[in-house]
C-alpha cells in the first residue's frame, strides 16, 4: 500500500470578512491522488483548487443533511 501526502498550501490571507485561508494536508493513496489530479484536470483546476471545491461539496451536503450545523456568517 502507497501513500501519497500533498499539502494545500495557501498563504494566509484575509478574504470575506476577514476569514483567512489556511494549510491543510491530507495523507491519500497514490491512486487516489492520481484520479484527483485527472478530475482537476478535466476541470481545469488545481489539485489544491480541486480538493477544496470536493470538500465544500461534503461540507454543504451534510449540512443540508442536518450532520452539522450550518456556518456562521455565509
Do not use: H, W
Not at 492520481?34 to 480541486?50: H, I, K, V, W, Y
Not at 471545491?53 to 451536503?61: D, E, F, G, S
Amino acid at each position: 500500500m502507497c501513500f501519497n501526502a500533498f499539502n494545500i498550501k495557501i498563504i494566509k490571507i484575509a478574504y470575506d470578512n476577514d476569514m483567512a485561508k489556511v494549510t491543510v494536508t491530507i495523507y491519500m493513496e497514490e491512486e487516489d491522488k492520481e484520479a484527483l489530479q485527472l478530475l482537476a484536470d478535466a476541470e481545469e483546476r488545481s489539485l489544491s483548487q480541486m480538493a477544496v471545491l470536493i470538500v465544500k461539496r461534503a461540507i454543504k451536503q451534510a449540512q443540508n443533511e442536518g450532520k452539522i450545523p450550518p456556518s456562521q456568517g455565509k
